[in-house]
């Protein structure tokens, strides 16, 4: 069942298959485009632009829980995650490794965490 006005809200994180709970809506991913950036002038005029790389990445928090390998989470190498969207599309992050700091709190018991990767790509 699809939900053809919906945009935002309910998301699913997997990683390598095993699925996470999500904390709300502060996910954050990239593809890895180029960052295109002008150049101006001394006179601020603008000449074009340079492109510069970008890695991948999804990046967001985590509940903790019981079940969580949190060493394993942040030693992870050369894994799958895919983020699945509330408005239908999926991120998949492929060769992936933890790029975080692996902070947690015990607040509202949330891991923070990076995951960067060789190559990422939208499906619709």
Same mark, same amino acid.
């Given at each position: 069942?699809?939900?053809?006005?919906?945009?935002?809200?309910?998301?699913?994180?997997?990683?390598?298959?095993?699925?996470?709970?999500?904390?709300?809506?502060?996910?954050?991913?990239?593809?890895?485009?180029?960052?295109?950036?002008?150049?101006?002038?001394?006179?601020?005029?603008?000449?074009?632009?340079?492109?510069?790389?970008?890695?991948?990445?999804?990046?967001?928090?985590?509940?903790? $829980? +019981?079940? #969580?390998? %949190?060493?394993?989470?942040?030693?992870?190498?050369? *894994?799958?995650?895919?983020? &699945?969207? @509330? /408005? $239908? +599309?999926? #991120?998949? %992050?492929?060769?992936?490794?933890?790029?975080?700091? *692996?902070?947690?709190?015990? &607040?509202? @018991? /949330?891991?923070?965490?990076?995951?960067?990767?060789?190559?990422?790509?939208?499906?619709?």
């Amino acid at each position: 069942m699809g939900y053809a006005n919906r945009r935002s809200g309910i998301i699913h994180l997997k990683i390598n298959g095993t699925l996470f709970s999500a904390k709300g809506g502060s996910f954050k991913y990239n593809l890895g485009m180029p960052k295109n950036e002008a150049l101006l002038d001394a006179s601020g005029q603008s000449i074009g632009y340079k492109s510069t790389a970008q890695v991948p990445f999804i990046e967001g928090e985590i509940y903790d $829980g +019981k079940d #969580i390998d %949190l060493k394993a989470l942040c030693t992870l190498d050369d *894994g799958t995650a895919t983020l &699945e969207l @509330a /408005n $239908g +599309k999926t #991120i998949i %992050l492929r060769n992936c490794w933890f790029a975080g700091t *692996g902070e947690t709190q015990t &607040e509202e @018991a /949330n891991i923070t965490f990076r995951l960067e990767g060789r190559s990422a790509e939208e499906l619709k």
